[in-house]
């Protein structure tokens, strides 16, 4: 997964091998990267975390009430720090000027179609999970009303964001290139509308709802699938950013977009993830009460 391919220059003397890890900690790993694997532990530590708050609001607590919420901040910062170095020094350092030939993209697209299927395989588990909760007593109880118009509007603006990446996309194969930063703007607004929506909506519930991770284990499959997408969306939402200043700085042209190709892979992947989860989430559980 990569954001490289604007220029045919090639500013490093590798031997038109590309080195993402140059700059990297800890050096003498060749292409050896730390910040994937660093990145990796904060987002498990995420889930960590929510099992340990989960076992801390207990009537008889394994653990202290404070441990929950303050592994979740570490392992927040943790994940936010390998993001930051995975996105700087592998996306940003050493591919801001540098180009990609025609096999190296080729590479970077298959790269991306392999990391979506981990992806795939990851929410499968959780909705496997969710269809073994759905096989015992249904509904569960402090069950709120999912289907609102908040989450009608929600998936609308993210759909549509798919549509305008879409367009924009074509016109930068076309050469229009006013026309394809327009459209990115648009549905960066909208990636970035859609998940202040999330924040929203988990406000609803959680403080006019009283429906919390705690609410059994429809609660925690709800907020563990929500929450894995809306932290999808955000991670797209940065690559989006990413290929929006290149795309400003005069990057990317119509032979020469593998950045927005891959990046689009992902936002429409996650796209076609949130249709599942309103159908299967949001209007399965309103079916079955």
Sequence with gaps: MSLADDTTEDHGDHGGHHLPAVEDWPRGFGEASWWPFITAVGAAGIYVAAA?????????????????????????????????????????VNFWERGTDHHSAHTLRLAMICFLGSEVATF????????????????????????????????????????????GHVALRKGN????????????????????????????????????????????????LTGLHGL?????????????????????SAERHTSVSTASMYWHFVDVVWIFLVVVLYVGAEIGA
């Design 177 to 224: 290139r006013s026309r394809f930063l327009q459209w990115m703007a648009v549905t960066l607004t909208l990636g970035i509308v859609f998940i202040g929506g999330q924040v929203y909506e988990y406000y609803e519930f959680i403080v006019n709802e009283g429906f919390t991770l705690t609410e059994g284990a429809f609660g925690s499959a709800f907020y563990g």
């Design 232 to 252: 999808h969306v955000s991670l797209g939402a940065v690559l989006l950013g990413i290929v929006f200043v290149r795309a400003l700085k005069g990057q990317y």
């Design 52 to 92: 340990l708050f989960v076992l801390g609001r207990a009537e008889d607590p394994l653990v202290g009430p404070m441990v929950g919420p303050a592994a979740t901040v570490a392992s927040i910062v943790l994940f936010l720090a390998g993001l930051y170095g995975w996105l700087y020094h592998a996306f940003v």
């Design 124 to 167: 499968g588990a959780g909705f496997v999970y969710y269809f073994f909760i759905r096989a015992g007593a249904w509904p569960p109880e402090n069950l709120p009303h999912l289907l609102g118009s908040l989450i009608v509007i929600n998936t609308a603006i993210l759909v549509l964001s798919s549509f305008t990446l879409h367009f």
